[in-house]
């Protein structure tokens, strides 16, 4: 079984930083790519930002430049740090994996609030 395990979430002041990470525990060997989605109440889940088995990495536009996405394979860890957030940035943020089939952590809150 494949767990995916969230930490680092919380509530930070508008123009704050916060540092989420994820680390997945179980039978797998590593990931195709592991990112990382968010869901704002009464929203879908969307993309936030993706990092591939090579390195390669994606952000949705609404964080690039705020957001940066790193991780180590081989660990099966993946990190996301946030600057200069915003009120909008507020959602439950998901770890996500793939291999095959799709890993989804259980979810951890964001609130950027003043």
């Known amino acids: 079984q494949v767990q995916l395990v969230e930490s680092g979430g919380g509530l930070v002041q508008p123009g704050g930083s916060l540092r989420l990470s994820c680390a997945a525990s179980?039978?797998?060997?590593?990931?195709?790519?592991m990112g990382w989605y968010r869901q704002a109440p009464g929203k879908q889940r969307d993309l936030v930002a993706t990092?591939?088995?090579?390195?390669?990495?994606g952000y949705a536009d609404s964080v690039k430049g705020r957001f940066t996405i790193s991780g180590d394979n081989s660990k099966k860890t993946v990190t996301l740090q946030m600057n200069s957030l915003k009120p909008d940035d507020t959602a439950v943020y998901y770890c996500?994996?793939?291999?095959?089939?799709?890993?989804w952590g259980q979810g951890t809150q964001v609130t950027v609030s003043s």
């Open positions: 179980g039978s797998i060997s590593g990931f195709s790519a």
């Open positions: 996500w994996g793939r291999k095959v089939v799709n890993y």
């Open positions: 990092i591939s088995s090579v390195g390669r990495t």
